[in-house]
């Protein structure tokens, strides 16, 4: 079955950097696209970042463009979240999540499968 | 980027209820539309795309429609799983943009 078990996450003070990971199972990495959505405290859901299941394609969100880097490995079957310059607003649960394609297309923009999350808290 | 609005942001209804969810975009969206489901502490769970397209194994209860900028979730006849909170998502463009949510409560 479709497994997304992410890591990393934890308290980093302001300014500092985090990179979190996504580990799949259960069906062809490869040929999916994935994204990183978040959901501050109490809050609703915000999309963060995709890739295409090639990972040649990207897009981020405007408040987090410049300091956030989605990517992915094939080989090992695991998307990262490269976190710089994290700000308190950025303290949140992080989910990833696997598109219903490759990405290659807008039609594929839903996301079938979750992970449970990873919480990031920015605090001094 | 395309902004999406739900109504209501709660709503309060008993088991056997008729419920309506509508979700608004602020420019046409064509049926790149989906609803998510999530319990609280849990994952948001797909319930609904292209606007109207039941994903696998979701109960018929839950049904999608509209189009351009009008959206509605319908659940037929409310069971004691479905007080969750419901968001809509479009797909338009590549900045995805989801509802502030709907919180789905037990009168």
């Known amino acids: 079955q479709v497994q997304l078990v992410e890591s990393g996450g934890g308290v980093v003070q302001p300014g500092r950097s985090l990179r979190l990971s996504c580990a799949a199972s259960g069906f062809t990495f490869s040929a999916f696209g994935m994204v990183w959505v978040r959901q501050a405290p109490g809050r609703g859901l915000e999309w963060v970042a995709v890739?295409?299941?090639?990972?040649?394609?990207?897009h981020y969100a405007n408040s987090v463009k410049g300091r956030f880097t989605i990517s992915r490995d094939n080989s090992r079957n695991t998307l990262y979240l490269q976190m710089s310059n994290l700000r308190a607003e950025d303290t949140a649960v992080y989910y990833c999540?696997?598109?219903?394609?490759?990405?290659?297309?807008?039609?594929?923009?839903?996301?079938?499968?979750w992970g449970q999350g990873t919480l990031v808290t920015v605090s001094s | 980027d395309i902004q999406m609005t739900q109504s209501p942001s709660t709503l309060s209804a008993s088991v056997g209820d008729r419920v309506i969810i509508t979700c608004r975009a602020s420019q046409s969206i064509s049926t790149w539309l989906a609803w998510y489901q999530q319990r609280p502490g849990k994952a948001p769970k797909l319930l609904i795309y292209?606007?109207?397209s039941l994903e696998s194994g979701v109960p018929s209860r839950f049904s999608g429609s509209g189009s351009g900028t009008e959206f509605t979730l319908t659940i037929s006849s409310l069971q004691p799983d479905d007080f969750a909170t419901y968001y809509c998502q479009q797909y338009n463009s590549y900045s995805i943009t989801f509802g502030q949510g709907t919180r789905l409560e037990i009168k």
């Open positions: 292209q606007a109207s």
């Open positions: 999540a696997r598109l219903s394609g490759g990405g290659l297309v807008l039609a594929e923009y839903y996301s079938d499968y």
């Open positions: 890739t295409w299941n090639d990972g040649r394609n990207k």
